[in-house]
C-alpha cells in the first residue's frame, strides 16, 4: 500500500509489472487459480509468476530455453485466444478464479464469445439456485500508444467500445492511472461477480500520481474524482482523462498552459472506470449531481481518452451538452513510430490538448507556437527515430 506520493509524477513505475507481482502473489496463495495468455507472458512484463508457477504442458517435449513446465502448471499459453478463453470461462463456472492477458489489438478476437458468456451471466442471474461467478478478467496491455515495432497491425482499442455499447450493463472498462491504481484495480477484478473487467494498462514505466486510498476512493465514488495537486478554485477549464497515457499528456499540456497563460483557472478530474452510458462501474455509477460538482455546469471540458474519443463523447453526453466538449483519443492512425509520435498522429498529445484552450481564447500566436513544436517533432521523428517530446 502506498500511504502518500509526495511528489505526484515525479517517479515512474510500470503498472504491468504491478500487475504481474499480484498475479504472482494469486498463484502462490490460491492453489485453483490459473492465468492464461496467449504467448506475450514475458512481452506484456507479467514474467515474475514464473518464479512460483509453471506453464501446463503436458507430456509435450522440452527444451533448455523453455520456461518452467509441468503437466499441473497454472499458466496456461496457447497462441489462440479462442481455446484459451473457453477453457478460462470453464473455470470460472466452477467457481474458481483466473485471468486472461493478452495484447490489447488482440482482444478483439474473443469478442463473439465474450458477447455469448455476458449473454449468458444476465440469464443465470435470473436462476435462484445458481451461485455468482467470478468476473471474466481481462488484463489488456501492449496498448495502441506503445507499438515502437509492430505498429499499426497491433493498434486497436476496439473491445473498449463493443463492451461500453451493452445494454446489458455487464461490462466494467477500468483504466489505472498509475501502478497504484493498477493495484487497486486488481483487487476490484478478484471481488467482482457476473461481470467482465476489461482492465487496460501500459508495460512501459509511466508516471505514479495517486496513493492508494485516492485509488480505492475512484472504486467507491462513482469512478471520478479531482486531482488537487493539479486543479485550481474556480476553474475557467476542467480537463479529464481516462487511460495512463493520455492522463500523463493531459497533466503535461496544463503545465504547458500554466505557463503560457499564468490567468487561466484549471481542474483535473481523473476517470478511472466506464461502464454503459457512464461514468463508473456497473455497481457505482457517477450520479449527475455528482458530474456537475466535479466538471461544472458551465466549464469547457477537455478530454483525452485511451480509446475511440467518440466512445467517451457519447457517455459525457449522458452528462451535459455536447458543445462543452472537445474530446480526444486514438483515431486509427498507426504506424510502427516512436511513442510522442503516435499521440501526434492522433491529435491525443499534451501540445493538440494545450491548443483546444488556445484555440477558445483567440490566442493564435500560442496556436501557431503549439503546432511548430507538432512539426519539429515530426521531422525529427521521422529522420531520427525518436522523440524531441519526453
Not at 509435450?60 to 499441473?72: G, I, Y
Request: proline share 5%; net charge negative.
Amino acid at each position: 500500500m502506498i500511504d502518500r506520493v509526495e511528489n505526484p509524477g515525479a517517479e515512474s513505475f510500470s503498472p504491468a509489472r504491478k500487475i504481474g507481482e499480484l498475479l504472482r502473489r494469486e498463484l502462490e496463495n490460491d492453489p485453483y487459480f490459473y492465468f492464461f495468455s496467449p504467448d506475450e507472458t514475458t512481452s506484456n512484463r507479467f514474467d515474475e509468476i514464473f518464479e512460483v508457477a509453471s506453464r501446463a504442458w503436458g507430456d509435450l517435449p522440452q527444451r533448455k530455453w523453455d520456461l518452467p513446465e509441468s503437466s499441473d502448471g497454472h499458466i496456461v499459453e496457447m497462441l489462440s485466444e479462442n481455446v484459451l478463453f473457453s477453457v478460462m470461462t470453464g473455470h470460472l463456472n466452477n467457481g474458481e478464479q483466473a485471468m486472461m492477458g493478452s495484447y490489447e489489438a488482440f482482444f478483439p478476437i474473443i469478442t463473439s464469445q465474450l458477447l455469448q458468456q455476458i449473454k449468458f451471466i444476465k440469464q443465470s442471474k435470473q436462476v435462484a439456485w445458481r451461485e455468482p461467478m467470478p468476473a471474466v478478467n481481462l488484463l489488456s496491455t501492449s496498448t495502441c500508444w506503445r507499438q515502437d515495432h509492430n505498429g499499426f497491425t497491433h493498434q486497436s482499442p476496439a473491445l473498449i467500445s463493443t463492451l461500453l455499447s451493452l445494454p446489458s450493463n455487464l461490462a466494467n472498462c477500468i483504466f489505472p492511472v498509475d501502478d497504484v491504481a493498477a493495484e487497486e484495480a486488481f483487487d476490484f477484478m478478484l471481488d467482482s461477480r457476473d461481470v467482465v473487467n476489461l482492465t487496460t494498462f501500459n508495460k512501459n514505466p509511466l508516471p505514479r500520481y495517486i496513493d492508494s486510498h485516492h485509488a480505492k476512493f475512484l472504486f467507491d465514488n462513482g469512478g471520478a474524482s479531482i486531482y488537487q495537486f493539479a486543479s485550481d478554485e474556480d476553474p475557467d477549464f476542467v480537463f479529464t482523462a481516462a487511460g495512463d497515457i493520455p492522463t500523463r499528456e493531459v497533466l503535461k499540456a496544463m503545465k504547458i498552459l500554466r505557463r503560457d497563460l499564468p490567468d487561466v483557472r484549471m481542474r483535473f478530474v481523473g476517470i478511472n472506470a466506464l461502464s454503459y452510458r457512464a461514468i463508473g462501474t456497473t455497481e457505482n455509477k457517477l450520479s449527475r449531481e455528482k458530474f456537475y460538482e466535479l466538471f461544472t455546469k458551465k466549464c469547457p471540458i477537455i478530454a483525452n481518452f485511451h480509446g475511440y474519443p467518440e466512445t467517451l463523447e457519447n457517455i459525457l453526453e449522458n452528462y451535459t451538452e455536447r458543445r462543452r466538449l472537445r474530446v480526444h483519443g486514438f483515431n486509427e492512425e498507426g504506424s510502427t513510430t516512436t511513442p510522442f509520435e503516435m499521440l501526434r498522429r492522433n491529435r491525443a498529445s499534451r501540445y493538440d490538448i494545450a491548443m483546444d484552450v488556445a484555440e477558445v481564447l483567440g490566442r493564435k500566436d500560442l496556436v501557431e507556437k503549439y503546432q511548430d513544436v507538432l512539426k519539429q517533432n515530426h521531422e525529427h521523428a521521422v529522420k531520427y527515430g525518436e522523440d524531441l517530446v519526453k
